[in-house]
């Protein structure tokens, strides 16, 4: 099974930036990785994705324009970038990588990391 692991989160003010890092080890195969995260009491909510074989990116309309995912195929980390943070945006982020075009139902997800956004 693939494992995959974020950093990066923290406190930042309203309007601040912060980029996010998961790194993935294993031998499988991965079609597509993303980004989800989950404020208490809330549901998972999709953020964005990327798909590895010819970089299509796809973003939640909440995020649109202000955050941005990238991926280091080398490396097999992918990054999310986030400019002009809201306090909305605090919650635990979560980093997920699928060999399913289709669903994150079989996916695997890291620990999460807490990004709060004051004011």
């Known amino acids: 099974q693939v494992q995959v692991a974020e950093s990066g989160g923290g406190l930042v003010q309203a309007g601040g930036s912060l980029r996010l890092s998961c790194g993935r080890s294993?031998?499988?195969?991965?079609?597509?990785m993303g980004w989800f995260r989950q404020a208490p009491g809330k549901e998972r909510e999709f953020v964005a994705s990327?798909?590895?074989?010819?970089?299509?990116?796809y973003y939640a309309d909440s995020v649109k324009g202000r955050f941005s995912i990238s991926r280091d195929n080398a490396k097999n980390t992918v990054y999310l970038h986030m400019n002009s943070l809201k306090p909305e945006d605090t919650a635990v982020y979560y980093c997920?990588?699928?060999?399913?075009?289709?669903?994150?139902?079989?996916?695997?997800w890291g620990q999460g990391t807490q990004v709060t956004v004051s004011s």
């Open positions: 990327i798909r590895w074989s010819d970089d299509y990116i």
């Open positions: 997920a990588a699928t060999d399913d075009g289709r669903t994150w139902s079989n996916a695997s």
């Open positions: 294993g031998h499988t195969f991965i079609y597509r």
